[in-house]
């Protein structure tokens, strides 16, 4: 069983900085690639940036169009953890943040939303104007 677990979330002004986390439970990303969603209010979850990685290779780091250049991923399999580094916030930005864990390939697929089979519970993310 995966369990995830979101933090780092809070309030900050427009250009400004929010480092979220996604603790998960051990040896997860050996088996599963990560990736970060975002849901505002009255708007479909969509896809943020996802990550694969393991036996000394990365097999794809990936970003939405609209946090490229802003936002970067990375995992820490020592901490069991993959961090969502978000720059250069806007207001557009807002919104409930999850990351989810989908079952991984050793190649550079990454997978749909609906191929995300683990969710955590969230952590909201507002950026003031």
């Known amino acids: 069983q995966v369990q995830l677990a979101e933090s780092g979330g809070g309030l900050v002004q427009t250009g400004g900085s929010l480092r979220l986390s996604c603790a998960a439970s051990?040896?997860?990303?050996?088996?599963?690639?990560i990736g970060w969603f975002r849901q505002a209010p009255g708007k479909e979850r969509e896809f943020v940036a996802a990550i694969s990685w393991g036996g000394g290779s990365v097999y794809y780091v990936y970003y939405a169009d609209v946090v490229k250049g802003r936002f970067t991923i990375a995992g820490d399999n020592a901490r069991n953890t993959v961090y969502l580094q978000m720059n250069s916030l806007k207001p557009d930005d807002t919104a409930v943040y999850y990351c989810?864990?989908?079952?991984?390939?050793?190649?550079?697929?990454?997978?749909?939303?609906?191929?995300?089979?683990?969710w955590g519970q969230g952590t909201q993310a507002t950026v003031s104007s």
């Open positions: 051990q040896h997860t990303f050996s088996s599963y690639a």
């Open positions: 989810a864990a989908a079952p991984r390939r050793n190649t550079d697929y990454v997978p749909p939303r609906d191929g995300y089979g683990y």
